[in-house]
Nanobody, 119 residues
Framework: QVQLVESGEGLVQSGGSLRLSCAAS????????MSWYRQAPGKERELVAG????????NYADSVTGRFTISRDNVKRMVYLQMHSLKPADTAVYYC????????????WGQGTQVTVSS
């Protein structure tokens, strides 16, 4: 059974930091590209950060570049999103995503975790 379980939700003040974690199971984690998406109320889901299977490539949304860092541990089957200098605009539900670069049909989502940044 495929599972992506996010954790690390929280309420922080503007300028604060938070780390999200995503535990993966039930699929060949090491070959999947992993990403974090977020969705704010009334807005579409957007890509925040991604990391390739071999940890060689990372990409970030312009709005988080320099503040957020995505990483993965292929042994522990974990993905992380370290967030610094948080802003109220970062308030959203954050979702972990797994994407098989060899088969577009194999894409999985976590249930989401809430991040709230107060001004």
């Amino acid at each position: 059974q495929v599972q992506l379980v996010e954790s690390g939700e929280g309420l922080v003040q503007s300028g604060g930091s938070l780390r999200l974690s995503c535990a993966a199971s039930g699929f060949a984690f090491t070959i999947y590209a992993m990403s974090w998406y977020r969705q704010a109320p009334g807005k579409e889901r957007e890509l925040v950060a991604g990391i390739s299977s071999g940890r060689i490539r990372t990409n970030y949304a312009d709005s988080v570049t320099g503040r957020f860092t995505i990483s993965r541990d292929n042994v522990k089957r974990m993905v992380y999103l370290q967030m610094h200098s948080l802003k109220p605009a970062d308030t959203a539900v954050y979702y972990c995503n797994a994407h098989n670069p060899y088969d577009a049909h194999n894409t999985y989502w976590g249930q989401g975790t809430q991040v709230t940044v107060s001004s």
